[in-house]
């Protein structure tokens, strides 16, 4: 089965500062995909970025980006310029083609002013 | 832009009691989905729906759960006998497809029901 680990419960930020979050998941397929969600405190679910496994170029999207090291497993999260609406809960998902995702535990980001 | 929607956005009930949670996915998605989120823990998978049939379910979805399309747009989740361990938020999601590019593997999330079961 496949599982994703989150090991930063915590983080905080200051406004305007870059921010990383760890991911790493396990599994023994080759095709995949990876998202990171944002859960701001509405408990709203909002998918923030998305990777191919298959795709060795890092997704971006505007201040959004991610690291992906398909060998060792692992699919941070960049914030760069972080806002003070960015203060959410983040979490990292798995899933095979065609198949439910399976999800982190979480990452509580605050961003300070 | 078209987007899922959950009602009620918070459900009370006690113990033993039925309740059903509605949503409605967008329009031209096929595949449905429900997840569970009790507070403070992470979102747990418990079934997906495909073509007016469960076509994958955890082992949470036990007995006591199930789904239903009952018309053309609405897509419910039953919880026959509520227990004290149910209360917890719960997302409907919907995707295009399940599989191909993750484009149409995204799954759009509601903003889900918070159930409380006293």
């Known amino acids: 089965a496949q599982t994703v680990t989150q090991s930063q419960p915590e983080m905080s930020v200051q406004e305007a500062e870059t921010v990383t979050l760890s991911c790493t998941y396990d599994?023994?397929?080759?095709?995949?995909?990876l998202f990171w969600y944002k859960q701001p405190p509405s408990r709203q679910m909002i998918l923030v970025i998305r990777?191919?496994?298959?795709?060795?170029q890092n997704a971006t999207e505007n201040r959004f980006s991610v690291n992906f090291q398909k060998a060792a497993k692992s699919f941070s999260l960049k914030i760069s310029d972080s806002q003070l609406g960015d203060t959410a809960m983040y979490f990292c998902?798995?899933?095979?083609?065609?198949?439910?995702?399976?999800f982190g535990p979480g990452t509580r980001l605050s961003v300070l002013p | 832009e078209p987007e899922v929607t959950q009602t009620p956005s918070h459900q009370v009930t006690q113990m033993g009691q039925e309740v059903i949670l509605r949503c409605v996915p967008i329009?031209?998605?096929?595949?449905f989905y429900w997840y569970r989120q009790i507070l403070g823990q992470k979102v747990e998978f418990l079934v997906s729906?495909?073509?007016?049939?469960?076509?994958?379910k955890s082992e949470i979805f036990d007995d006591q759960f199930s789904v239903e399309r009952p018309d053309g747009s609405n897509f419910t989740l039953k919880i026959r006998s509520t227990k004290l361990e149910d209360s917890a938020m719960y997302f409907c999601?919907?995707?295009?497809?399940?599989?191909?590019?993750?484009?149409?593997?995204?799954?759009?999330f509601g903003p889900g029901t918070r159930l409380t079961v006293l």
């Open positions: 990777q191919e496994a298959y795709k060795q």
């Open positions: 729906f495909y073509n007016n049939e469960i076509s994958e």
């Open positions: 999601a919907s995707s295009a497809d399940r599989g191909g590019s993750p484009f149409n593997n995204e799954q759009f």
């Open positions: 599994t023994s397929e080759n095709n995949y995909y």
């Open positions: 998902a798995f899933s095979n083609y065609g198949q439910n995702f399976v």
């Open positions: 329009s031209n998605h096929l595949y």
